[in-house]
C-alpha cells in the first residue's frame, strides 16, 4: 500500500525540499503539500496542492477526511527572529497548530507524525560545547520554549495515545532551492546570494559567533531516515538531537573565499539576532540518533560550500 502524506506548511525552507524528495519517493499523487500560500511552480505542478491554515481545525480537519493521510508532517511554524517580533502569534501557531495536527491524527488513525524541533530549545544555562540530549533546559526565545514544550507534548501523545510521533532538533539549516523564514541562522543562507550577486555581505552576527549547522541533503535524509526508521529501535519520543557542523561566519566566509577569492565580509552591530545565537549551543552531541536510527552525517563544511554555490550559480545561469 503506498503511502499517502501530508505535508503543512509547504512552502517554507524544509516544505520546498521535502515535498520534492516524499515525491520522488513515494510519487507525486501521494504527496499532498499545504500551505497559506500558493507554491513555487515545481511543487503546484508535481502533486496534488491545497490551501490550509493549520491554525483552522475545521479546514484542516477536511483535508484529513478527502486524503486520509498516512503519514503527516507539520512544518507550519514562526522562527526565533520573526517570533521575538510577533511572541504571541509565534505561540498560537507554534502549539495550536501542533495539538491540531496531534488531535487529527488521533482521530485519523495515523500512522506517523512528523514534527520539527530545534537547537533553540537550549538557553544560556545549557552546556554549550557538544550539548548533550540531556541537560539543562532554559531557552528564552518563545520559538525556543514553544518548540520545548511541542517536545514534551509529543513526548506525551506518544505514551499516553500511542502516536508514533518523530521528531528531529535541527541546527541551522542552509539550502539553495528556498529562502529560509525568519531565523537566527539565516546569514548562512544569504552570505551565499550575496557573494555571488555582489562579493560583500555584512553578517548581522559577529565573526566569532559559532553555531551548529547543516546543509539541507543532509537535514532532508536525516527526516526520511528517521522516519523509515522500525519504531521499536527509537529511544527518544521527544525529539532527537542532530548536530551538524559547527562554524563562525568567519570560517564560513574564508571557505567562500577559496571559490570567491575577493569575498569581502563585514560585520553589523548591535542586531538582536546576536542575543538570540549567545544563548544557543556551539556544537551538538547526536550519538543517540547514530545508535538509534544510524545517522551519519554526509557534507562537511568544504562539501556544502561547493555545492551551495554551484547550485546557485546554475540557477543564474539558467535565468
Ligand atoms: N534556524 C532556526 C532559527 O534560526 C533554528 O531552528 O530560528
Known sequence: MPETILVIGSNGQIGTELVAELRRINGGSNVIACDIKEPDYDTLNAGPFEFSDVLKKENLKALFQKYRPTQVYLLAALLSAVG?????????????????????????????VYWPS???????HSPQFNTPQYC??????????SKLAGERWCEYYFNKYGLDIRSIRYPGLIGWKAAPGGGTTDYAVHIFHEALQKGTYESFLSADTA????????????TIQLMDAPAEQLTIRSSYNLGGISFTPDTLAAEIRKHIPDFKISYSDHDLRQAIADSWPKSIDDSQAQKDWGWEIEYDLAGMTRDMLQNLKDIKISN
Open 84 to 112: 521575538e517580533q510577533k511572541p504571541k502569534m509565534a505561540w498560537d501557531l507554534n502549539m495550536n497548530g501542533l495539538f491540531n495536527v496531534l488531535d487529527l491524527a488521533i482521530e485519523f488513525q495515523v500512522k506517523k
Open 118 to 124: 530545534s537547537i533553540a530549545v537550549f538557553g544560556p
Open 136 to 145: 539543562v533546559m532554559d531557552p528564552n526565545t518563545v520559538y525556543g520554549f
Open 211 to 222: 553555531l551548529p549547522m547543516m546543509y539541507m541533503n543532509d537535514a532532508i535524509r536525516a
